[in-house]
């Protein structure tokens, strides 16, 4: 069973306005996540993590989430999109327990449109 | 300090080849993480190492094998390629609890079997 689940393959919007990436995880999985970000021909860069605590979550580059456990779902925000926001952008869970993993999802392609 | 150093950046082998791909972590890092990243997927989990020992494998064939050395650098090895293995590698380098708090990613080994 997939642990996370990105429903949108792409998501395009204008610079400057704001955009939320979806995120939905499963109830198996211990509630560690992640958003990391991909820009073309790179390795993936820590965006942001919840691990406890509060359940909005401010990360890198003017990005945050918010922590939802009734709706099971981890949604990427940003008020204000800049061209350079331009990337894939891919929700993940840490499992602990036996084997320890970070599984991602399919991943979300953000196109900021000038 | 250096980042997560990966080797070679790109190759391209012929099906029934064997290939070994190189990690380096960050300094103070003991563990690394190995991710299979198929063009327009998420990054599959394939291998954990933490120091030596293998402590996470995920759902791929025998003909991937790894290995971690007492600087805590690794290696990938693919036997009998397949055209199917042709990705992007990545290795993520972390702490001992494998990715709890965040991997750092190097930039990838993109992988072409013809």
């Known amino acids: 069973a997939q642990s996370v689940t990105q429903l949108d393959s792409q998501v395009p919007v204008f610079e400057e306005a704001p955009v939320e990436l979806r995120c939905n995880y499963s109830s198996s999985v211990s509630v560690y996540l992640f958003w990391y970000v991909q820009y073309p021909n790179q390795g993936l860069q820590l965006l942001l993590k919840?691990?406890?605590?509060?359940?909005l979550v401010k990360g890198i580059n003017g990005f945050e989430a918010e922590f939802n456990k009734s709706q099971t779902s981890f949604h990427l925000r940003k008020p204000s999109v800049h061209i350079s926001d331009t990337a894939e952008y891919f929700c993940?869970?840490?499992?602990?327990?036996?084997?320890?993993?970070?599984?991602f999802g399919t991943g979300t392609k953000l196109q900021v449109i000038p | 300090d250096a980042g997560v150093t990966q080797s070679p950046t790109h190759l391209i082998k012929t099906r029934g080849q064997h290939v070994t791909l190189r990690c380096s972590p960050i300094s103070g890092h003991k563990s690394v993480s190995w991710y299979q990243q198929v063009l327009g997927q998420g990054p599959q989990f394939i291998f954990q190492?933490?120091?030596?020992?293998?402590?996470g494998r995920g759902n791929f064939p025998d003909r991937f094998s790894a290995r971690q050395f007492p600087n805590y650098s690794s290696e990938l090895n693919v036997n009998a390629l397949l055209l199917g293995d042709s990705a992007l590698y990545l290795c993520?380098?972390?702490?001992?609890?494998?990715?709890?708090?965040?991997?750092?990613f190097g930039s990838g080994t993109r992988l072409t079997v013809v």
């Open positions: 190492y933490y120091e030596k020992e293998e402590r």
């Open positions: 993940a869970a840490y499992h602990s327990g036996g084997y320890q993993k970070v599984t």
């Open positions: 919840y691990l406890s605590g509060s359940t």
């Open positions: 993520a380098s972390s702490d001992l609890t494998g990715g709890l708090y965040g991997y750092t």
